[in-house]
């Protein structure tokens, strides 16, 4: 079945750094890929999707392109704020309405 | 405001008094789902509804039940909880249908989660 498999946090990075968070799948089929962000104290929140192949999503300075020959799906962002500090979900889908999510990476941003 | 609402936010209970978790959407989606979130192990998915009376197991439905009786409401029910059920909790509601091709691309909307501790 699909899997996905993304890099170990924490993640600590100063103000205004840039930001990659690594993402792999593996997957059958066309599935669709996802960045989820999770505040403290709340529910995952979609961040970005790509849906096909080369597809590049992006929101609030984050991107993330769907790379089908390296089945990966790296976050990136140009300049990290503190409030960007949350745990990142990266998710595949399959045909059958069913979301895969990977572990979480935790961030920090440091003023 | 498009929402999904979960009750309660935080639970303590003991081992094997009977707990329902109520979850609420008012967006008229069709497809509902539980979660647990553990350290370590991320999101994994315990029931799943594609529609009033349909539902179907996920990936860790052992312990756990529940029930679609009307499409906004997908109450998790514990019926004997055991401290491996300690765990933070959400729920979650898509719309069916905006799947491209072969694949499902409907973002989940999520609660805000409830925190279980089973004693």
């Known amino acids: 079945g699909n899997s996905v498999t993304q890099m170990e946090g924490p993640v600590t990075l100063s103000e205004e750094a840039f930001l990659t968070i690594n993402c792999t799948y593996t997957a059958t089929g066309y599935p669709s890929l996802f960045w989820y962000v999770q505040y403290p104290g709340e529910g995952l929140q979609l961040l970005l999707k790509?849906?096909?192949?080369?597809d590049k999503g992006s929101n609030k300075g984050f991107e993330a392109t769907y790379r089908k020959e390296t089945t990966s799906f790296h976050l990136e962002k140009g300049s990290v704020q503190v409030s960007d500090s949350a745990v990142y979900f990266c998710?595949?889908?399959?045909?059958?309405?069913?979301?895969?999510f990977g572990t979480g990476t935790r961030l920090k941003v440091l003023a | 405001e498009a929402q999904v609402t979960q009750n309660p936010r935080y639970l303590i209970t003991v081992t094997g008094k009977k707990l329902t978790v109520t979850c609420s959407q008012n967006?008229?989606?069709?497809?509902m789902s539980w979660y647990r979130q553990d350290p370590g192990l991320g999101l994994r998915q315990i029931y799943y509804?594609?529609?009033?009376?349909?539902?179907d197991k996920g990936d860790v439905p052992e312990g756990y039940k529940v029930s679609r009786k009307e499409k906004r409401n997908f109450p998790l029910i514990l019926e004997s909880p055991s401290p491996n059920q300690t765990s933070l909790y959400f729920c979650a509601s898509s719309p069916i249908g905006q799947g491209g091709g072969s694949s499902y691309n409907s973002p989940l909307h999520f609660g805000n989660g409830t925190r279980l501790t089973v004693t």
């Open positions: 790509a849906t096909k192949a080369d």
């Open positions: 967006m008229n989606h069709e497809y």
């Open positions: 998710a595949t889908t399959s045909g059958t309405y069913k979301y895969i």
């Open positions: 509804s594609m529609n009033v009376e349909v539902t």
